[in-house]
């Protein structure tokens, strides 16, 4: 049974930096392409990043290109998007998918404020 688990968000202030992990069981990681979205308050899911199953590759929205990086981890099954620069309009649950199937974890919030 798929599943991923997405940890390591919080609390930072604009300009700060984070860093989203996200444990994936249950496949095969190493053959997967990934993907990281993101849901604001109020709003509908986002792209953000993702990345192919070799990591060679990888393709981010304009909203996080230049701050944000993704990549990733097959012999530890880990996906990983660093965040640097962080601005208020980050604030948001950030979820990794598989992309075969569509599954993704349950999500970890991120809220940049002064």
């Known amino acids: 049974q798929e599943r991923l688990v997405e940890s390591g968000g919080g609390f930072v202030q604009p300009g700060g930096s984070l860093r989203l992990s996200c444990a994936a069981s249950g496949f095969d990681f190493s053959v997967n392409s990934m993907t990281w979205l993101r849901q604001a308050p109020g709003k509908g899911l986002e792209y953000v990043s993702s990345i192919n199953m070799g990591g060679e590759m990888t393709r981010d929205a304009d909203s996080v290109k230049g701050r944000f990086t993704i990549s990733r981890d097959n012999a530890k099954n880990m996906l990983y998007l660093q965040m640097n620069s962080l601005k208020p309009e980050d604030t948001a649950v950030y979820f990794c998918?598989?992309?075969?199937?569509?599954?993704r974890g349950q999500g970890t919030q991120v809220t940049v404020s002064s």
């Open positions: 998918r598989r992309d075969a199937t569509d599954y």
